[in-house]
């Protein structure tokens, strides 16, 4: 007796699904430079900032509930802690000088600097309570975006904060971060358990999100009081943080 051949048919292999091809080249890391813009001058820090700095931390007790440094006691402890923030290459530390007082109100970074995989965050940021929410402010945080994502090369911005922290949450959406979720107990803070909120730009989300802030900073969109003319909303129709 002889027997059927097999009359199944042989389905080809199905390649296990892969994400797109991109440019493998790294990035190239950030530079200790100044950035001018029309408001205000970011420099990179240094202990010569730290009697301008002290003195805009004034009034500013509750600014330091979701970072990980500060308060700071005294002058002393403040200049060494700039002494040793300002040498990080990692984060990379930028005091800011608006042009309207001409004194250094804050700071922030660039930080979890990934050039392999063009990944990149700002954070670090501390503000004075005379700079915070103003268009200085904003314009701050616009020059080191549009450096890490124009002039270094970088796919993916980050921006992360205290899942506590609404203010960082709603800043992060106003600037256009789009929202991917909670790292839940993912770190210890000043002895307390931290839940992380995470954001990001990418580079196709990047290009609507830069002219956006720009038209925003523009001077027309702003009146004789300084007071803009339309609110910033970078990320317009993408998800949004609740609260």
């Known amino acids: 007796m002889t027997t059927a051949p097999d009359a199944t048919p042989q389905v080809p292999p199905v390649a296990p699904p ?3 091809e991109v440019d493998p080249t790294p990035r190239p890391l950030p530079a200790r430079v100044p950035h001018r813009g029309t408001t205000v001058t ?3 820090l240094g202990l010569r ?3 301008e700095l002290w003195e805009a931390t004034r009034g500013a007790e509750d600014s330091w509930a979701y970072l990980g440094y500060g308060p700071f ?3 002393p402890a403040f200049r060494r802690f700039i002494a040793g923030f300002a040498t990080t290459h990692d984060p990379m530390a930028w ?3 608006p042009h309207v007082s001409g004194r250094a109100s804050g700071w922030l970074t660039l930080m979890e600097i990934q050039p392999a995989n063009a990944a990149i965050e700002l954070g670090n940021i501390w503000f004075g309570p ?3 929410r103003t268009r200085a402010a904003t314009e701050a945080m616009f020059l080191l975006m549009r450096h890490a994502m124009d002039d270094l090369g970088y796919r993916r911005l980050v921006w992360k904060c205290n899942a506590l922290n609404a203010p960082s949450q709603r800043a992060a959406a106003r600037l256009g971060f789009v929202p991917e ?3 839940r107990a993912h770190l210890v803070v000043k002895g ?3 839940d992380t909120a995470w954001f990001s730009i990418l580079e196709d989300e990047w290009p609507a999100r830069r002219d956006a802030i720009a038209a925003w900073l523009a001077d027309g969109n702003f009146d004789h009081k300084g007071v803009a003319r339309q609110p910033l909303r970078a990320g317009e129709g993408a998800p949004r943080p609740k609260g």
Do not use: F, I, N, S
Request: no cysteine; hydrophobic share 35%.
């Open 18 to 20: 892969v994400g797109p």
């Open 95 to 97: 005091a800011v000088r």
């Open 73 to 75: 006691p005294d002058l």
């Open 192 to 194: 307390r358990r931290r």
């Open 49 to 51: 900032h730290a009697e």
């Open 130 to 132: 005379r700079m915070q």
């Open 42 to 44: 970011l420099e990179p």
């Open 181 to 183: 979720g909670l790292h």
